[in-house]
């Protein structure tokens, strides 16, 4: 797992005021958590922060650079903007090398679905206790000669040396379903139409035209 050192400047500003100021100055607002400190309000650079996500993924390892020394911590909850996709704010959990955490790891399905089958997946991660400093990007979870009506659950996730699943073991991943016929799918939407009030075969409505009679008698 990569490591990355960005520069943190301590916050005196809060509120929505504050945290907007820091945003058009270039930097994100975060706060860190952990070891039974109090809370430490951090601004970090928005571009080199949003690299190192990119690259490292959402459980990066960061090197803070404090006026006071460095602080290891990674992300334990991301907010970005719902249009722009920019960072708003950042919490940041504390950890030392050697210390294990809890953290969701991203699943990667790789393989191909059996001839006939439907690829339904469930869960699109599972958390797991890891040292802080060796946190996985990714597990790769393998279809790969996976029958129809078979499934994959968090226990059958192959976890690397030093991690311990947390999640429950019969948590469902991912399902081998039957791939509907076209008979079945047109029948679906059939009955969603049904539903709706929706029919093929209903006439037009003529309001259209008595309003258009009526509009031609009251120009006489």
Do not use: C, W
């Amino acid at each position: 797992m990569s490591e990355v050192r960005l520069p943190a400047e301590t916050r005196t500003e809060f509120g929505k005021g504050g945290a907007r100021r820091t945003r058009r100055a270039g930097k994100v607002p975060a706060v860190i958590y952990g070891h039974g400190a109090d809370p430490r309000h951090v601004s970090l650079p928005a571009h080199d922060l949003a690299n190192a996500v990119r690259h490292g993924g959402t459980n990066v390892l960061l090197t803070l650079d404090l006026e006071d020394g460095e602080q290891l911590v990674i992300p334990k909850s991301i907010q970005r903007h719902p249009i722009k996709g920019y960072f708003e704010h950042l919490d940041l959990l504390a950890v030392r090398k050697g210390e294990k955490v809890h953290v969701d790891v991203s699943l990667t399905i790789v393989g191909d679905v059996a001839p006939g089958g439907l690829l339904s997946q469930e869960n699109t991660s599972i958390t797991v206790e890891v040292d802080a400093t060796n946190i996985p990007s990714d597990f790769e979870v393998s279809i790969t000669g996976l029958a129809i009506g078979q499934h994959i659950s968090a226990g059958d996730v192959t976890l690397p040396a030093g991690s311990t699943l947390v999640s429950d073991a019969d948590l469902l991943i991912v399902a081998i379903n039957e791939a509907p016929t076209a008979e079945a799918l047109e029948a679906e939407v059939a009955d969603a139409a049904q539903e709706l009030g929706i029919h093929e075969d209903a006439p037009e409505s003529e309001s259209g035209s008595a309003s258009e009679g009526g509009n031609a008698s009251g120009g006489e």
